[in-house]
């Protein structure tokens, strides 16, 4: 059932953006600098891109930057996981050592508790 709604949103979503494509198409001229700062520096680059290329790529570079920003911002809390992870695998080492210690070093109190059984 869920797959089938996935592959709705994923048609549905395809059509608006291949309508969103074919209405704006025509040509749009981006600069790399403002017009006042390309005369000062001497520097112009410009290139003329369908509307829609830019619209997309404009989503485009959001969805990584907005990523990007994610991952960084969430690096302490990745990095307290690992550390606890590895706290819990020290942890789980040593329960498993102290299980299998030979019946001579058993504390005195377990001893008497598993003579009772």
């Given at each position: 059932m869920f797959r089938v709604?996935?592959?709705?949103?994923?048609?549905?979503?395809?059509?608006v953006l291949v309508v969103l494509?074919?209405?704006n198409r025509p040509l749009v001229?981006?600069?790399?600098?403002?017009?006042?700062?390309?005369?000062?520096?001497?520097?112009?680059?410009a290139v003329d891109l369908p509307l829609f290329v830019v619209i997309f790529?404009?989503?485009?570079?959001g969805?990584?930057?907005g990523l990007v920003w994610e991952w960084l911002r969430e690096s302490r809390y990745r990095?307290?996981?690992?550390?606890?992870?590895?706290k819990a695998a020290k942890l789980d080492r040593e329960v498993q050592k102290l299980r299998g210690a030979s019946p001579?070093?058993?504390d005195e109190v377990l001893a008497l508790i598993e003579d009772r059984t």
């Open positions: 709604l996935r592959y709705l949103f994923v048609l549905c979503l395809a059509a494509a074919l209405a001229t981006l600069h790399a600098l403002p017009q006042e700062a390309e005369e000062f520096l001497g520097f112009t680059y790529g404009a989503m485009g570079a969805l990584v930057i990095s307290a996981a690992r550390g606890n992870a590895r001579e070093t058993k």
